[in-house]
């Protein structure tokens, strides 16, 4: 197979059909076979032992390397404007991977804290066993909180483009120059905006992470992680340490950076972490993740347009306490989408329904079209309570803080026709305000 022309000059929409495709010879296959081998044969001794050393480029083992994989990653590379990818078997994966590589114990993580609940769990519970810790920054948009948080143990700043449930837009060029000035790597989950909306390497991010499980692959059908890397941050001349990166990988050889360059993290993390934690997908679903991303940018546009109509119409609703939705001129977070997501707020968001608890119970026990259930970035609108589910673990305190409310219904907006979600929602709203 030879590789296709190279698709980095074309438009996103070109990109998202054909970067990284290849030319497959043996059959004429237009789609890109699915891979399903675990492993692949050598043509002799010698090229066993290149491969093994790495001396020679190719497969040896699908936990690291599988053509299937390797499409997506070129694909996903292009649109995030990095220098390469790994797909892994989930988001939680890319980020427990990608942290993992750069933080170890004694170290710590600076994070906003209103990422998404699984990725806090992560943090606090199985990082902080391994005596990685996170501190957690209240306002992103307060400098001063920042640099009281970050010490010399720091190894990696995390943040979202777009949290969810509360919408609260993170502005990463800001934090990039704070990441930039204490040479900290900053690693952004861009799950909920997609490189549709915005390409955070652009606005200064080294890293992107993706739980490419929602809007990437798109249909709710399959789980997968990426991580792309920037190609950007210098490793070696860090105030921090990545021995990982920056060590000989033995005595008398070079380290990854000086082999790899602008692909050493990728490296690192392909043939070492990854590789290591063994958080392989199946090329079944890198597949459907090919798939998902060729009509990312028409998909992205209906979502945009369905959450705009829907937050606006709860907006106005009586029965409807407040909306947690940036792409509203009333937002605290109105300018950012502004200025960084022309003027898009992604589609999950939150909205509060007057009757706390027993409101929100009634609300969501009367919704025909809009499916009870957690993920998000699926073409179908799904609605979750998260104070009694994807928050139910944190303290009633946390909760507060973070703003996750007894009357507060998390909604995923997919790309149903508008008015028949308004009528869904109307109905349900009309339960809720029945006492
Ligand atoms: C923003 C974000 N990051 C990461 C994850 C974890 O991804 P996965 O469920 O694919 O492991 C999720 C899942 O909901 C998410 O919403």
């Known amino acids: 197979m030879g590789t296709h022309d190279n698709t980095d000059e074309y438009g996103f929409d070109t990109r998202q059909v054909h970067a990284g495709e290849v030319d497959e010879r043996n ?5 890109t076979p699915i891979y399903l081998t675990a492993a692949y044969r050598f043509d002799s001794f010698a090229q066993a032992e290149d491969r093994f050393t790495g001396a020679e480029a190719g497969q040896v083992y699908s936990r690291n390397l599988n053509p299937t994989h390797e499409v997506a990653e070129r694909r996903i590379a292009s649109l995030e404007g990095g220098t390469g990818a790994i797909v892994v078997g989930s988001g939680q994966a890319a980020i427990t991977a990608l942290l993992l590589g750069l933080a170890g114990a004694g170290e710590r993580i600076v994070s906003t804290a209103s990422i998404y609940s699984g990725t806090r769990i992560l943090f606090d519970r199985t990082f902080a066993r391994l005596g990685v810790a996170a501190d957690y920054v209240r306002d992103p948009a307060d400098e001063a909180e ?12 995390f943040v979202e483009t777009i949290p969810n449930p509360k919408n609260d837009l993170v502005d990463v060029a800001a934090i990039a120059r704070i990441a930039r000035r204490h040479t900290i790597p900053l690693i952004v989950d861009n799950t909920v905006a997609t490189p549709y909306l915005i390409r955070p390497i652009e606005h200064g991010a080294d890293a992107v992470v993706h739980s490419s499980t929602k809007f990437l692959t798109g249909h709710g059908a399959a789980l997968s992680g990426v991580i792309v890397d920037g190609g950007r941050f210098d490793w070696a001349g860090s105030t921090r340490s990545y021995p990982g990166l920056t060590d000989p990988l033995a005595a008398g050889r070079s380290s990854l950076v000086e082999s790899h360059g602008a692909r050493a993290l990728e490296a690192y993390l392909r043939f070492g972490i990854v590789n290591d934690f063994g958080a392989a997908l ?9 798939q998902g991303i060729e009509t990312l940018s028409l998909r992205m546009a209906k979502h945009l347009e369905n959450a705009e109509i829907v937050a606006a119409w709860l ?24 200025e960084r997501f022309g003027g898009h707020a992604g589609s999950v968001f939150a909205f509060t329904v ?33 104070a009694t589910t994807t928050h139910a673990s944190f303290s009633a305190e946390e909760r507060a803080r ?29 339960a809720a305000a029945a006492s």
Do not use: C
């Not at 199946?282 to 090919?290: A, E, M």
């Not at 306490?321 to 977070?333: I, K, M, R």
């Not at 969501?364 to 609605?383: C, K, Q, Y």
């Open 354 to 386: 007057r009757g706390g608890r027993d409101g929100a119970e009634r609300f969501f026990d009367a919704l025909r079209l809009i499916s009870r259930m957690t993920n998000i970035g699926d073409v179908r609108s799904m609605a979750l309570h998260p």
């Open 315 to 338: 907006d106005a609703h009586p029965a409807v306490e407040s909306v947690d939705f940036a792409g509203l001129p009333t937002s605290a977070y109105h300018r950012i989408a502004q």
């Open 282 to 290: 199946s090329p079944v679903n890198s597949f459907l993740l090919q």
């Open 146 to 157: 920042w640099e009281r948080l970050i010490t010399a143990q720091t190894k990696a700043i």
């Open 402 to 430: 973070l703003g996750i409310g007894d009357g507060l219904i998390r909604l995923s907006v997919g790309i149903e026709t508008a008015a028949d979600l308004i009528a869904d929602l109307d109905r349900a709203l009309a």
């Open 27 to 31: 059959h004429g296959a237009r789609i």
